[in-house]
T-cell receptor, first 116, second 114 residues
Framework: AQKVTQAQTEISVVEKEDVTLDCVYE???????LFWYKQPPSGELVFLIR??????QNEISGRYSWNFQKSTSSFNFTITASQVVDSAVYFC?????????????FGAGTTVTVRA | DAGVIQSPRHEVTEMGQEVTLRCKPI?????LFWYRQTMMRGLELLIY????????DSGMPEDRFSAKMPNASFSTLKIQPSEPRDSAVYFC????????????FGSGTQLSVL
């Protein structure tokens, strides 16, 4: 079963528009970690954020913000005032602790295209 | 500091040939991961090491795949013999600590098996 679902395959916006990427996860663990990674056209994945399951505070970093809601098992990501450099594939990921292994389950990714 | 270094960036080979992908993790990182990325299956964890010891290789698709980490600064992923369905981007990543989750990825190796 898919543990992380990113329902949006592609999103295209015009520069300066806001864009929100949805992420829904599934786990029975009470302790888990959620992540967002960015994969720009150059190819390598870049870590953006990690949240643990006990910290539901939303977070803002510059133009990026994250909304974590345990009640709906969602960890959404918003880019405010998008720029062309934000064009990339964005992955949401989950790490569960119950199995005591160290694996990230990645979603399928959302391709964001920001047009000038 | 240099990031995770992978080589080669691109590899084109013929079916049946042996392919070796190489990775140098970030110095001081205890964990090393090999991922494969395809359009159909997305990002899949193949194997990971902790302090040079393979911990979980359940993601390795077949016996044709093998990975080694002879020391803290080097790892290889070998496919022998290669098949067209192995065509993918292979990423190496490293990190500190368990459940850290903050992986540092290399630029990947684009493998094409003809």
């Amino acid at each position: 079963a898919q543990k992380v679902t990113q329902a949006q395959t592609e999103i295209s916006v015009v520069e300066k528009e806001d864009v929100t990427l949805d992420c829904v996860y599934e786990t029975r663990d009470t302790t888990y970690y959620l992540f967002w990674y960015k994969q720009p056209p150059s190819g390598e994945l870049v870590f953006l954020i990690r949240r643990n399951s006990f910290d539901e505070q939303n977070e803002i970093s510059g133009r990026y913000s994250w909304n974590f809601q345990k009640s709906t098992s969602s960890f959404n990501f918003t880019i405010t005032a998008s720029q062309v450099v934000d064009s990339a594939v964005y992955f949401c990921a989950l790490s569960e602790t119950s199995s005591n292994d160290y694996k990230l389950s990645f979603g399928a990714g959302t391709t964001v295209t920001v047009r000038a | 500091d240099a990031g995770v270094i992978q080589s080669p960036r691109h590899e084109v080979t013929e079916m049946g040939q042996e392919v070796t992908l190489r990775c140098k993790p970030i110095s001081g990182h205890d964990y090393l991961f090999w991922y494969r990325q395809t359009m159909m299956r997305g990002l899949e964890l193949l194997i990971y090491f902790n302090n040079n010891v393979p911990i979980d290789d359940s993601g390795m698709p077949e016996d044709r795949f093998s990975a080694k980490m002879p020391n803290a600064s080097f790892s290889t992923l070998k496919i022998q013999p290669s098949e067209p369905r192995d065509s993918a981007v292979y990423f190496c990543a490293s990190s500190l600590g368990a459940f850290d989750g903050k992986l540092f990825f290399g630029s990947g190796t684009q493998l094409s098996v003809l």
